[in-house]
């Protein structure tokens, strides 16, 4: 069994930053591919970044601001964010492709962590 536990989310000020840590622990053989989603209050839930290897994405709305990246090594994915804004709260889900040694890839979600941005 694979569990993700995001933290790093909180109360934040317009143009503060904050650093999202997730990180994947139990039966792991390899982590193909780990991203972050969020969601907002009566919005659907959307891709916000992937990285997958070395190769990173972003969603237009974040580009400039945030950062994905990972420690291999802790199976753990960090989203740097910066020059944060009001429309960035949300709560923030981190997402994994993990190979356990039982079974193949799969997705996997962590519980969420909160975000808010606000003056």
């Known amino acids: 069994q694979v569990q993700l536990v995001e933290s790093g989310g909180g109360l934040v000020q317009p143009g503060g930053s904050l650093r999202l840590s997730c990180a994947a622990s139990?039966?792991?053989?390899?982590?193909?591919?780990m991203g972050w989603f969020r969601q907002a209050p009566g919005k659907q839930r959307e891709l916000v970044a992937t990285i997958t290897g070395g190769t990173t994405n972003y969603t237009d709305s974040v580009k400039g601001r945030f950062t994905i990246s990972r420690d291999n090594a802790k199976n753990t994915v960090y989203l740097q964010m910066n020059s944060l804004k009001p429309e960035d709260t949300a709560v923030y889900y981190c997402?994994?492709?993990?190979?356990?040694?039982?079974?193949?890839?799969?997705?996997?979600w962590g519980q969420g962590t909160q975000v808010t941005v606000s003056s």
């Open positions: 997402n994994a492709e993990i190979r356990t040694y039982y079974l193949g890839n799969r997705g996997y």
């Open positions: 139990g039966s792991i053989f390899s982590i193909c591919a």
